[in-house]
């Protein structure tokens, strides 16, 4: 065998496993590919090698060329270190493709710039990989074991010594127009694996790996886009009379009030699903919650702007979405000259304070905590232990009542006012083993009986943190707002279903109320401003829930953006419609208001 013909090999091996791996994807979810027509799947997996292609060749393609290259008396242990780099590359394509199979099951869509925010929390990585799919693991090492003796086995057998600097030339070019993707101007993008407008065809076309290196690699980078001129903007706003305001910014009116502490819980996971306040669904797991919202204003049409933590503590923060190819919090976005929402509490006279149930680096939150202006910050490792646990390392994002606890004891030496954000994390997957009077279903460490009783211990948690808080000073002057970062995931399709979240806003003595407007993470920044009775300019995406502006939701998927409105939705890849449930008149406007 010629060294062309064993690259010519690697290329086949590689494409084949791309292409074992998408007829994975495809069965795993196979309900979710119902709808799919033969013709369509077909198409997604022969467009799809395009994609596969693309992303190997972006890796593989130079320890190929030297393998290949026209070189004489080259020896075999030049073909041995890059044929070891091409086998550690395609181990490492397999367990990216392997997790995005299992990753696409909590978000339905693929890995984007998730790896890098993971790093931070690889020894979490690492433990959940492997006590939660160890089947997987080892089906997967034994495959590659075998791959690896055929691979150098097949390496034993070549003839260094045939060479061709014409089709060296040749195979040269094919790698470029390979990397590219085809003989268009532009290398291929995510986008374009969804030209067909289908969300299901484009997730079945693109794989985990491209997606997760072409976010990556724009993670932190502006794209600009600009698709109406100041005029039409105002145009399309008018026509639905909407105000026109100087694009992002806002001002406030001062207010002649006692400025209020406000107490904001971002809760892991909390999907509107399970709270039966909202859709009444009878689990029976969420009583202390229930009875609150009867006493607050509970809202029934609320979103969480993103499907990951990050994304909820970013909107909910600044009031900026995760848009595709804007930086995010943590990795840029806070060197930009934004509003921070804890910045303007302490403009304003406010003490501030971030606790986070889980370790105190994880996702890199106390540097976020601390470039976002917030005074005080704590994590696991500041947190007593105070309940009987039968593993008090159970819960790997830390344990909600010692949070709560903790975040009451910090705010009775804290000067009024404060404003005071925790984050909570048992909620999240794997699920930890809880003392039995929480255990309301037979527990599992990654089922949903699991998460159901987990969000039983939550809610008794923020019980008890309510009854604590009633017998201190700074109770009656405070308002309390609870919402969560995302809901559970995967467990529908459904665009609204798979981001409606709980909201509720709670201030002592004043009346319950149920409100219906469409609103999102990214009305909270705005809103907590209004409380705390700010009077100078601001920038938002969202509008103050305490206003009676129409309001809406921007909702972000990697490879999408969704307009949601009392009247329907619209889902967009920023090149075309993907998904709505609109007639085509409205579709048209929402279109336009979205990509104003």
């Known amino acids: 065998m010629s060294r062309a013909r064993f690259g010519f090999f690697i290329f086949l091996f590689a494409l084949f496993l791309f292409t074992f791996f998408r007829a994975v994807f495809y069965f795993s979810y196979f309900d979710y590919f119902s709808e799919l027509s033969a013709k369509e799947i077909f198409f997604a997996f022969f467009n799809g090698a395009r994609f596969d292609i693309s992303i190997f060749l972006t890796f593989l393609a130079i320890p190929m060329l030297f393998i290949m290259a026209p070189i004489k008396n080259i020896n075999k242990k030049w073909v041995l270190v890059w044929t070891?780099?091409?086998?550690?590359?395609?181990?490492?394509?397999?367990?990216?493709?392997?997790g995005d199979i299992v990753y696409f099951n909590y978000v339905k869509r693929h890995l984007s710039n998730e790896l890098l925010l993971l790093i931070d929390d690889f020894d979490f990585l690492v433990d959940m990989i492997v006590f939660q799919y160890p089947y997987f693991i080892a089906i997967f090492a034994v495959v590659l074991f075998f791959i690896h003796k055929a691979v150098f086995k097949i390496v034993e057998k070549i003839d260094l010594q045939k060479r061709s600097v014409a089709l060296f030339l040749l195979i040269f070019v094919l790698f470029v127009i390979g990397v590219r993707g085809g003989f268009s101007q532009k290398s291929i993008n995510v986008i374009d694996g969804f030209s067909s407008s289908n969300a299901k065809q484009g997730n079945l076309t693109l794989n985990g790996a491209f997606t997760a290196y072409h976010y990556s690699?724009?993670?932190?980078?502006?794209?600009?886009?600009?698709?109406?001129?100041?005029?039409?903007?105002?145009?399309?706003?008018?026509?639905?009379?909407?105000?026109?305001?100087?694009?992002?910014?806002?001002?406030?009116?001062?207010?002649n009030i006692d400025k209020k502490n406000i107490i904001f819980v971002l809760m892991e996971?909390?999907?509107?699903?399970?709270?039966?306040?909202?859709?009444?669904?009878?689990?029976?797991?969420?009583?202390?919650?229930?009875?609150l919202a009867k006493e607050g204003r509970l809202f029934v049409n609320f979103y969480a702007t993103g499907q990951r933590s990050i994304e909820g503590i970013q909107a909910t923060l600044t009031s900026i979405p995760s848009f595709t190819g804007l930086p995010s919090i943590g990795r840029g976005l806070e060197v930009f000259n934004i509003s921070k929402v804890a910045d303007i509490a302490n403009q304003n006279g406010y003490e501030t304070i971030f606790v986070q149930s889980s370790k105190r680096r994880s996702f890199r939150i106390d540097a976020i905590a601390e470039s976002m202006g917030f005074k005080h910050y704590y994590g696991m490792e500041d947190m007593p232990i105070l309940l009987d646990y039968e593993d008090k390392s159970a819960s790997k994002f830390g344990w909600d009542y010692e949070s709560y606890m903790f975040l009451k004891d910090r705010l009775n030496e804290l000067k009024e006012p404060f404003f005071a954000y925790l984050f909570t994390g048992t909620t999240h997957v794997p699920y930890a083993k809880l003392p039995k009077k929480f255990l309301k279903y037979e527990h599992e460490e990654n089922g949903i009986n699991g998460f159901l009783n987990t969000l039983y211990y939550s809610d008794w948690a923020l019980g008890e943190f309510m009854k604590e808080a009633k017998k201190s000073s700074w109770?009656?002057?405070?308002?309390?707002?609870?919402?969560a970062d995302h809901t559970l995931g995967g467990e529908s399709d459904n665009i609204l279903k798979k981001f409606q979240i709980p909201l509720l806003i709670y201030i002592p003595n004043e009346t319950g109320a149920v409100d219906k407007r469409v609103a999102s993470h990214l009305d909270l920044m705005p809103t907590i401003v209004d409380f705390i009775g700010h009077s100078g300019h601001f920038s938002s995406y969202g509008n103050s829930l305490l206003k009676d502006d129409k309001t809406n939701a921007l909702l972000c998927e990697a490879n999408s953006i969704v307009l949601v409105k009392n009247e329907g939705f619209l889902r967009h890849s920023l090149s075309s419609v993907l998904e709505s449930n609109l007639s085509n008149q409205d579709k048209e406007l929402y279109e336009k208001e979205l990509l104003a």
Do not use: C
């Open 84 to 98: 070891y780099l091409i086998v550690v590359m395609i181990f490492f394509f397999s367990a990216i493709l392997l």
């Open 217 to 255: 690699r724009k993670s932190g980078k502006f794209e600009a886009k600009k698709y109406y001129s100041h005029e039409e903007i105002s145009e399309i706003l008018d026509a639905q009379n909407r105000p026109n305001p100087e694009f992002l910014y806002e001002k406030t009116a001062a207010k």
């Open 269 to 291: 996971s909390w999907s509107a699903k399970y709270v039966d306040a909202i859709k009444n669904g009878g689990y029976g797991v969420t009583p202390n919650f229930d009875a």
């Open 475 to 483: 109770y009656e002057n405070s308002v309390f707002i609870f919402t």
